[in-house]
T-cell receptor
Framework: DADVTQTPRNRITKTGKRIMLECSQT?????MYWYRQDPGLGLRLIYYSFDVKDINKGEISDGYSVSRQAQAKFSLSLESAIPNQTALYFC???????????FGPGTRLLVL | GQSLEQPSEVTAVEGAIVQINCTYQTSGFYGLSWYQQHDGGAPTFLSYNGLDGLEETGRFSSFLSRSDSYGYLLLQELQMKDSASYFC??????????FGPGTRLSVLP
């Protein structure tokens, strides 16, 4: 069974719609992250959370919001989707001060 | 600011050795990590250097020199399955991770 899961795996939406991407983990990690991946730009951090009451903006947080509903769940919302938010989105987890991040399978989002 | 630079593409033949470089302009980080990502897949952790020097894990080795702001991933005895993108990353003292743009490795028969 996957340790880090993301739903949905693929999503097509229209400009202006609100959508939510969900991430769940069974690894027991306290830290969770949302990244966006665009061709040639690597992974860019959107938001990260070190525990349920801790939320931090990353490099590209504008147009996004997050919710850490529980230690195991971290959701990413696009309040009003726009076409340049079309990308591959990854959730990741890590434990304490460990260097290893564990990534979910990704959500491919297309905004028309 | 924080930025990492990598070559965009590298090509090598099966059985060869290839080195993927990562140069960075950042201060105050714990160490340099490397991740592998196959097309359509998620990044997976390969290696970490907290201290200067070489770390070896099977066919893969990674090196860090903080004084030169430079690191590299060395892949030996290349196999077709090594064709993938490789990302370097640092964990900044602000506790968040910053990734390089990635290097696409193509292994030819």
């Amino acid at each position: 069974d996957a340790d880090v899961t993301q739903t949905p795996r693929n999503r097509i939406t229209k400009t202006g719609k609100r959508i939510m991407l969900e991430c769940s983990q069974t690894k027991g990690h306290d830290r969770m992250y949302w990244y966006r991946q665009d061709p040639g730009l690597g992974l860019r951090l959107i938001y990260y959370s070190f525990d349920v009451k801790d939320i931090n903006k990353g490099e590209i947080s504008d147009g996004y919001s997050v919710s850490r509903q529980a230690q195991a769940k971290f959701s990413l919302s696009l309040e009003s989707a726009i076409p340049n938010q079309t990308a591959l989105y990854f959730c990741a987890t890590s434990a304490g001060t460990e260097e290893t991040q564990y990534f979910g399978p990704g959500t491919r989002l297309l905004v028309l | 600011g924080q930025s990492l630079e990598q070559p965009s593409e590298v090509t090598a033949v099966e059985g060869a050795i290839v080195q993927i470089n990562c140069t960075y302009q950042t201060s105050g980080f714990y160490g340099l990590s490397w991740y592998q990502q196959h097309d359509g897949g998620a990044p997976t952790f390969l290696s970490y250097n907290g201290l200067d020097g070489l770390e070896e894990t099977g066919r893969f080795s990674s090196f860090l020199s903080r004084s030169d702001s430079y690191g590299y991933l060395l892949l030996q005895e290349l196999q077709m399955k090594d064709s993938a993108s490789y990302f370097c990353a640092v964990r900044h003292y602000g506790q968040n991770f910053v990734f390089g743009p990635g290097t696409r490795l193509s292994v030819l028969p």
